[in-house]
């Protein structure tokens, strides 16, 4: 067996270690759980109204693009500041500092948040199903479709983290990224279909997979009908493959070169200065 390929098992290896870790972690699993407990709280409490142009509870409609936020937040950011901290802290230079070291950190930090964002969405969409009426997660084809859609969204989210995660310097500068992400989610029909926004706020959103994620599992857990508040009034799968696929192919070809470009400039001297940043602001 080659040394990639030994990297490669070694970083699955630490990506079932890691996502085990934070399975059994109840403070760091609460830390991925409470942003979409509050929102179906929130949306339990206050969407009694009608999804417009579709006769079906709001409340029940938001449940995918919930799953859809979660899933990208813990996919992109999470990525994000892990590879942050562990640049800060070392971890990563001291990877580079095996054969092919880089290369299994990544697959393994990789695999770990994308295990993460799929149990999450499990977690979530269990209590979901017993606080609203109306979703269908007993067909074949839902749960078909739930595979596919978030296989290729995380394809799309997590190459994002990975480039965020390597062009940051600090975890400080990450929240200006959490906030821009909080944006997104207002113009991406999370909470409210997106055709009530105004027009160049809809393409705004349909610009990134945060709604065609969301779309596309909409089309999974909701009847047919509902598609009829969605723009064009159909669940375009299509589309969603297409736009899905684009962010993944162009997103994984940036971050090969961005990463392998971070992991050059990794030094003893750099992880010095970060450390000395992270002292002065406790200081």
Partial sequence: ?????????????????????????????????????????????????????ADFPLGAQAVPGILAMNAVFTGLVGLAMTLTMDREDGTLLRAKATPNGVLAYVVGKVLGKAAMAVAVVLLVLVPAMLLFDGLRPGRV??????????????????????????????????????????????????????????????WVGQAFPLYWMGLGLRSALLPDAVAAAEVGGSWRHAETVLVLGAWAVVGFALASVVLRRMARRESGSSVAARREQVAQRFD
């Fill in 1 to 53: 067996m080659n040394a990639r390929a030994v990297a490669v098992r070694a970083g699955v290896r630490r990506g079932r270690i890691e996502f085990r870790h934070t399975m059994t972690n109840p403070g760091e699993l609460m830390g991925w759980l409470w942003l979409p407990v509050v929102a179906l709280i929130v949306m339990y409490a206050f969407g009694d109204g009608a999804t417009p142009g």
């Fill in 141 to 202: 084809s839902t749960w078909v479709t739930l595979v596919w859609v978030l296989v290729l969204g995380l394809l799309a989210v997590l190459p994002i983290g990975a480039i965020l995660g390597a062009v940051f310097g600090n975890t400080q500068s990450l929240g200006f990224v959490t906030l821009l992400l909080m944006a997104l989610v207002a113009v991406s029909g999370v909470f409210y279909p997106i055709t009530a926004l105004p027009g160049w706020l809809q």
